[in-house]
T-cell receptor
Framework: QQKVQQSPESLTVSEGAMASLNCTFSDGTSNNFRWYRQHSAKGLEVLVSIFSDGEKEEGRFTAHLNRANLHVSLHIREPQPSDSAVYLCAVNSGSSGNKLIFGIGTLLSVKP | ETAVFQTPNYHVTQVGNEVSFNCKQTLGHDTMYWYKQDSKKLLKIMFSYNNKQLIVNETVPRRFSPQSSDKAHLNLRIKSVEPEDSAVYLC??????????FGKGTRLTVV
């Protein structure tokens, strides 16, 4: 069964500095990778979805996928205090799975 | 603006009571989900419905039962709640295999 792990558990960066979050998964046949952000009052917001190796950019958010290394990362360019939230990595359950498996999240704090 | 609507936002109840949470999506999606998010923020899928057919049931306790009247609605009923049921319950929807959209969640506290 697909297992998803995220690191670090928490991360503090200064406003404007790049923030990098990591996610590893166990089943390399998965083909659907997503990064979500969760603010306590806003629910889950999808940031980037990526389906093939390489890079996918959505505004200030860039995902990098390397399935051979079982790794997907999220980079946040010029983070702002409003980006402070929990970031969740989600991977589908195998090549045909429509079930999302979530990591436990990274708590990002952006200091002014 | 969210297109997956959940009610209530919060619910506090006593052990042994029955509760029911509602979820409606206005995106025209064919699949709806219920996830449970525990105190450690870990999200786990509970149920998935595709066109009113249950397609995933992650061995949740029998006191949990999903209820769907049409593909836009998926409610969750919990009979005889227990303390470990305290969590945030998130409803979501998607077209099969495509982007999943979440509601804001219902926070259940069992006292």
């Amino acid at each position: 069964q697909q297992k998803v792990q995220q690191s670090p558990e928490s991360l503090t960066v200064s406003e404007g500095a790049m923030a990098s979050l990591n996610c590893t998964f166990s089943d390399g046949t998965s083909n659907n990778f997503r990064w979500y952000r969760q603010h306590s009052a806003k629910g889950l917001e999808v940031l980037v979805s990526i389906f093939s190796d390489g890079e996918k950019e959505e505004g200030r958010f860039t995902a990098h996928l390397n399935r051979a290394n079982l790794h997907v990362s999220l980079h946040i360019r010029e983070p702002q205090p409003s980006d402070s939230a929990v970031y969740l990595c989600a991977v589908n359950s195998g090549s045909s799975g429509n079930k999302l498996i979530f990591g436990i999240g990274t708590l990002l704090s952006v200091k002014p | 603006e969210t297109a997956v609507f959940q009610t209530p936002n919060y619910h506090v109840t006593q052990v042994g009571n029955e509760v029911s949470f509602n979820c409606k999506q206005t995106l025209g999606h064919d699949t709806m989900y219920w996830y449970k998010q525990d105190s450690k923020k870990l999200l786990k899928i509970m149920f998935s419905y595709n066109n009113k057919q249950l397609i995933v049931n992650e061995t949740v306790p029998r006191r949990f039962s999903p209820q769907s009247s049409d593909k836009a609605h998926l409610n969750l009923r919990i009979k005889s709640v227990e303390p470990e049921d305290s969590a945030v319950y998130l409803c979501a929807s998607s077209f099969t295999g495509v982007e999943v959209f979440f509601g804001k969640g219902t926070r259940l506290t069992v006292v």
